[in-house]
């Protein structure tokens, strides 16, 4: 019945966020700041935020961002529940409207789905140009998971489907079974088939057992 798992990067397979974490690596949290205050009030879409988010590294080298990526805390569990669904057939799919360096970091500690589709920073000579490719917003990860499983051959129906955060909800609607891990809000909780809390991924690989028995 179920053939693919469907998962958030950000606050799911990992502990952070992965343009917070970049910001505070890089010393620019600060400036970041008046962005996100721009997008809270609505100045600004999300498109824009990141943009201007990227725009405050350029110039960094792409080594220095690896370097950053490789200190990306995994969550406890992330490679277990990855093994197990691959263990009983299903492909794994990230969507992230975080950054696609955090594949690096996942792929490290064995947690790396099979397809990540994420936002990509701009690199020209090894150099971190400051613009980057928006692919994943705050409105179209339910579109992006739709469009992506298509592509594959699978229907939303066949998904299992893993979100925390507002963003996750189109995706969670449409999965074929739905689960919130440490959701942020009561809309989280309301679209979610399954509820997990923890500091660890140990709950939903349990859930992960129950539906695939």
Known sequence: MFRVLVTDVDGVLTCINIWDFLHRCFGTKERARVHELWYRSGVIDYVAWAKLDALLWRGRSWGE???CVSK????SGACELIEFARSRGL???GVSAGLDVVYHALARAGAA????VANRLRVCGGVVTGDVLVLVTDRNKGVVMEEVLKMLGYSCSEAIVIGEGVIDV????RGGV???????GP?????????VRGDDLRGVLDVLKKVLS
């Open 178 to 184: 739905s689960i919130a891990f440490n959701p942020e």
């Open 187 to 195: 809309e989280v909780e309301e679209v979610a088939d399954y509820v």
């Open 170 to 173: 189109p995706m969670l609607e």
């Open 72 to 75: 990306v805390p995994v969550r």
């Open 113 to 116: 789905p099979d397809i990540l």
């Open 91 to 93: 492909r794994v799919i």
């Open 65 to 67: 961002v690896l370097e």
